[in-house]
């Protein structure tokens, strides 16, 4: 079945650090993919998303490419701010015989340090 | 444009009772999803409705259960509470269909079960 992966966290960083989150993802078909963060005490909201190969999602600074032939979309930053430290997820939405089923990866804790 | 809204904001209850959650969606969103996430956990999902019928159900006994009103509406009822059932429960809403690829999700219901 549909699944998504990604990388366990906590991860630490230093203030402008680089950052990346990896996500590969399996699905049949040609499935959008999406990053969510959700900050402490609230919901998730929607960073990115690409809906095809070879797609770039960016946003907020936070950039991810769906690789199709990798089957990854990994979250990147050139350099993070302790406003980032949040929970992120990897997410795909796949559609099989008309029917839409939404996946989420277990989520990456990110914890920036000034 | 209001966004996805949750009710209430925090619950306590003791095993054994039922509860109900309320979500009213983004105006024009017709789909209403429901996840469970327990503390350190990813989500979970419970349900999904769309024009007033459920479409989909995640791995949940069937003392889960919920609907969907006739203005898109949509509340969760949980009977004979446990205490694992202790979890932040999210609503996210969409378009439907393949317009319906982003979810918006509200900030969530804290249930404590004691």
């Known amino acids: 079945g549909d699944s998504v992966t990604q990388m366990e966290g906590p991860v630490t960083l230093s203030e402008e650090a680089f950052l990346t989150i990896n996500c590969t993802y399996t699905?049949?078909?040609?499935?959008?993919l999406f990053w969510y963060v959700q900050y402490p005490g609230e919901g998730l909201q929607l960073l990115l998303k690409?809906?095809?190969?070879?797609d770039k999602g960016s946003n907020k600074g936070f950039e991810a490419t769906y690789r199709k032939e990798t089957t990854s979309f990994h979250l990147e930053k050139g350099s993070v701010q302790v406003s980032d430290s949040a929970v992120y997820f990897c997410?795909?939405?796949?559609?099989?015989?008309?029917?839409?089923?939404?996946?989420f990866g277990t989520g990456t804790r990110l914890k920036v340090l000034a | 444009e209001a966004g996805v809204t949750q009710s209430p904001t925090h619950l306590i209850k003791t095993r054994g009772q039922q509860v109900t959650l309320r979500c009213s969606p983004i105006?024009?969103?017709?789909?209403v999803y429901w996840y469970q996430q327990a503390l350190g956990l990813g989500l979970q999902f419970l349900l999904w409705?769309?024009?007033?019928?459920?479409?989909n159900r995640g791995n949940f006994p069937p003392r889960f259960s919920g609907r969907q009103f006739p203005n898109y509406s949509s509340e969760l009822n949980v009977n004979a509470l446990e205490l694992e059932d202790s979890a932040l429960y999210l609503c996210?809403?969409?378009?439907?269909?393949?317009?319906?690829?982003?979810?918006?999700f509200g900030p969530g219901t804290r249930l404590t079960v004691l």
């Open positions: 996210a809403s969409s378009l439907a269909g393949k317009k319906g690829d982003t979810q918006y």
């Open positions: 699905a049949t078909g040609y499935p959008s």
């Open positions: 690409a809906t095809k190969a070879d």
């Open positions: 997410a795909l939405r796949s559609s099989t015989s008309g029917t839409y089923k939404y996946i």
């Open positions: 105006s024009g969103h017709t789909s």
């Open positions: 409705y769309d024009e007033g019928e459920e479409r």
